[in-house]
């Protein structure tokens, strides 16, 4: 489980309970800003400790069981293999979901996403973007991918992007 998906499932717990993001932090002797980015995918680690705390304050609990093995694609780990054959350093699962849920390549690895944009097969794009789409606000993904590729000067006005985002 990436740390993305328990933010995502965080977010919808305290929605669902009528809780802002500064309720929720106070209660459970975080900042804000620490609970905005682990809901947004942006925050880098967290640990057992502040995990347990905030699922606390929602009724849920963190809890280990067996990996089940799923029959959907990983679409991320395909995209991150596909883009990183042509390069010395390979762009980890980890910056390719960050990037995509903030809008920023990681730093040194911007080849790897022109690449990505304009040499990736269309259905693992969309695939890619459904992945992380998931773990987001609706519609952040795709906003964010037209981001980057402003930012890398990729051109998206191609019939082939058109089917993507």
Same mark, same amino acid.
């Given at each position: 489980m990436r740390l993305q998906e328990?933010? *995502? =499932?965080?977010r919808k717990a305290r929605q669902a309970n009528g809780l802002t993001q500064a309720d929720l *932090? =106070?209660?459970?002797?975080?900042?804000?800003?620490?609970?905005n980015r682990?809901?947004?995918?942006l925050f880098p680690d967290l640990g057992v400790k502040k995990a347990d705390a905030i699922l606390e304050q929602l009724g849920m609990q963190l809890a280990v069981r067996p990996a089940t093995r799923t029959t959907q694609p990983d679409f991320i780990a395909m995209a991150c293999a596909s883009v990183s054959v042509s390069f010395r350093n390979t762009l980890t699962p980890d910056e390719l979901v960050h990037a995509l849920l903030s809008g920023r390549p990681a730093p040194g690895k911007e080849a790897h996403f022109v690449a990505l944009l304009e040499e990736a097969p269309p259905a693992l794009l969309r695939g890619l973007i459904a992945q992380v789409g998931k773990w987001g606000k609706p519609g952040k993904v795709e906003t964010n991918v037209r981001k980057i590729a402003r930012a890398l000067d990729v051109s998206l006005k191609s019939e082939r992007w058109r089917k993507i985002v």
């Open positions: 328990i933010g *995502a =499932a965080i *932090a =106070a209660a459970a002797g975080l900042s804000r800003t620490t609970l682990l809901e947004n995918g």
